[in-house]
């Protein structure tokens, strides 16, 4: 099993899916959950989740005061009203308390809470954040990274790209790239991101297995709602980088510096960076892994 820390939010369904994947998998410790910006409805939905599985971890949240509302109807339209919930800490307290150099930060939110993890370490003596590994949804490969025959018809001959998950806190992104207390750091960025989806073939899959737990049934219920609604399918960004996470074969990795010009980010080659970027990924490896109870 893998020590694993997931920092998320809730905008989009799959961050919530990709919880209830960690909770359940059985290659998987997870240790806690922080939230951005970490509302309370946010906090309510992640601690209601974690009841159904009974498991009690620490929860953090970048700002518990945020006043808008930060959970889509999606959720309560699938999974019932849920009421807010103050049981949280700060986040960058939970990760400094809970990461170390055999723990594995998966982000699918802006590293809102990594960067205060990082801040708090500078200003504390004794307190230093370790983290062995972080792989985060986001950033951007092009021309240069990624071959020809592998980039998307949308990223065609480009070098740089927006990434909202980056430039939602783009210091604490650049201060997460500097750290040197993070061992290897691993993107799963948008031009692999934008070609996987959970379509009807994927929601076939998911049927055949539901009943083996708790986790893949409610996947497939909120996915189910999803596709009544939207049956072309959904593009699975969070899912892969958790899986990629358990098993990194299912990517194709290039070792890269990454680097960001007005909001846009790029990589470019650099052995021995310790830091790599997806370029490509193995699919039937990714479904083995999402369903693998």
């Known amino acids: 099993m893998i020590d ?9 369904p799959d961050d919530f899916l990709t919880l209830l994947f960690l909770i359940g998998h059985p290659k998987v410790n997870l240790k806690a959950v922080t939230v951005t910006p970490g509302a309370l409805d946010q906090i309510g939905l992640v601690r209601h989740a974690l009841k159904w599985f009974d498991l009690n971890i620490p929860v953090g949240a970048y700002n518990i005061d945020h006043e808008k509302q930060c959970v889509s109807g999606w959720h309560y339209k ?4 849920i009421p ?3 049981d949280a800490e700060p986040g960058g307290e939970v990760l400094l308390r809970c990461c170390d150099e055999n723990t594995t ?11 205060a993890a990082i801040n708090l370490s500078s200003v504390r003596d004794g307190d230093v954040f370790k983290l062995g590994r972080l792989v985060a949804q986001g950033g951007f490969a ?3 990274v990624v071959p020809p025959e592998r980039q998307l018809d949308k990223f065609k001959g480009m070098v740089t790209c927006p990434s909202y998950n980056l430039n939602g806190d783009r210091k604490s992104a650049l201060a997460a790239l500097e750290y040197t207390g993070i061992g290897v750091r691993r993107f799963v960025a948008k031009n692999v991101c934008h070609k996987v989806y959970y379509d009807l073939e994927m929601h076939k899959r998911f049927e055949a297995v539901k009943d083996k737990s708790l986790a893949l049934t409610y996947i497939w219920k909120g996915m189910n709602a999803y596709l009544k609604k939207k049956p072309a399918g959904k593009k699975f960004h969070d899912p892969l980088a958790a899986c990629c996470a358990i098993d990194e074969s299912i990517g194709t990795w290039a070792e890269v510096e ?6 846009q ?6 052995p021995g960076s310790r830091t790599w970027i997806i370029t490509d990924y193995d699919h039937n490896k990714f479904v083995e892994t999402l369903t693998a109870y």
């Not at 980010?265 to 650099?270: I, V």
């Open 4 to 12: 694993v820390v997931w920092d998320m939010e809730t905008g989009d």
């Open 265 to 270: 980010w790029g990589a470019k080659l650099s």
């Open 78 to 81: 699938v999974y019932g009203r």
């Open 84 to 86: 807010p919930s103050h």
């Open 258 to 263: 990454l680097h960001c010009e007005n909001s």
């Open 142 to 144: 092009g021309v240069g």
């Open 105 to 115: 930060l998966i982000t699918g939110a802006p590293l809102k809470n990594l960067g």
